[in-house]
């Protein structure tokens, strides 16, 4: 199959991976291909950490950080090295051929960092991530969304919200790639506590760090740290329906439903939307001047990379 300026081989697209709405491989692949621009816009110049189900939803699956070999000469890699020692050679999606080989592997949703190759160490968003338990309500996480933006308005941070695809949602706010991740955490650590306050109901919003202990939805700032991953917008999640992490417009979000969005309805809401976070990456902020706001001693910012 040629994909833009590139020939790629594809295996079994007649496979169902979506049992419950007769969903094939062949259908996941060509929903990346024809959405590649807005996926692009998310995944460019990062690397990207693949989770394979090469038998669909229903079978099993495997992380994979190392790109396989052998692989297309023309797919980018970054050669990663971990505090460990050890090191990694991650695949970096930068053109819809590169999306759709790696789909191919059997790569339902698309993970990647929060950082460029140019610069793994700092990333270039801060993500805010409402992350509901059994028992919480889904009007829980829209509330607890409003306050998000609330705050992060306060800030001077511009806020782009998405579903994650499965149960929760996704606030991003795009930054300077001038902080180490550990500050940038401490940041959102910070942000998300000033959310859990201005909720104050444990029942509703909490940021305890045990699973055991939490009651309410988890205000999760701990996704932003170096080698951690979200599915990107726009990827189809390994759902029975298969949902898409669909962006929205935040007058959306007090009403929007996850179940609304899936790999046969994102066109059509592209078509009718556009790209909702087209323009996100023009919108970066320094955080630095923003911590004393938080009662944070600020960090010395760092030459963008």
């Not at 989770?51 to 038998?55: E, H, N, Q, V």
């Not at 205000?219 to 701990?222: F, I, L, T």
């Given at each position: 199959m040629r994909v833009g300026r590139r020939e790629v081989s594809f295996s079994n697209p007649g496979k169902v991976f979506f049992r419950e709405k007769a969903l094939t491989k062949g259908d996941l692949v060509a929903y990346y291909v024809d959405v590649a621009d807005c996926v692009l816009n998310h995944v460019s110049r990062r690397p990207m950490q693949m989770?394979?189900?090469?038998?669909g939803v229903e079978g099993f699956r495997f992380y994979q950080k190392r790109v396989p070999v052998p692989h297309p000469d023309w797919l980018e890699?970054?050669?990663i090295r971990f505090p460990s020692g050890r090191t990694a050679d991650f695949p970096v999606a930068n053109s819809a051929a590169a999306i759709a080989w790696i789909i191919n592997l059997g790569c339902i949703d698309l993970?990647?960092?929060h950082s460029r190759i140019d610069d793994v160490d700092r990333p270039d968003y801060l993500l805010i991530d409402l992350d509901p338990s059994e028992g919480n309500p889904w009007s829980h996480v829209r509330d607890i969304a409003a306050v998000v933006k609330e705050v992060m308005d306060e800030l001077g941070l511009v806020s782009f919200p998405k579903t994650s695809g499965a149960t929760g949602l996704h606030i991003l706010a795009p930054i300077r790639s001038e902080l180490h991740f550990r500050h940038v955490r401490d940041f959102a650590k910070e942000l998300a506590r000033e959310v859990e306050r201005r909720i104050d109901d444990q029942a509703v919003a909490t940021t305890t760090w045990k699973v055991a202990d939490r009651v309410g939805v988890f205000?999760?700032?701990?996704q932003n740290a170096r080698d951690r991953t979200i599915a990107c917008a726009y990827s189809i999640r390994p759902t029975p329906d298969a949902r898409a992490s669909a962006p929205l417009l935040w007058e959306e979000v007090a009403t929007c439903e996850p179940v609304d969005f899936t790999l046969e309805t994102m066109r059509d809401r592209i078509d009718?939307?556009?790209d909702?976070?087209?323009g996100m990456w023009r919108k970066k902020v320094s955080l630095v001047s923003r911590f004393e706001k938080l009662g944070l001693e600020a960090p010395p910012p760092v030459e963008e990379g």
């Open positions: 989770l394979r189900y090469p038998d890699t970054v050669h993970h990647t960092w205000v999760d700032y701990g009718r939307a556009g909702l976070m087209a």
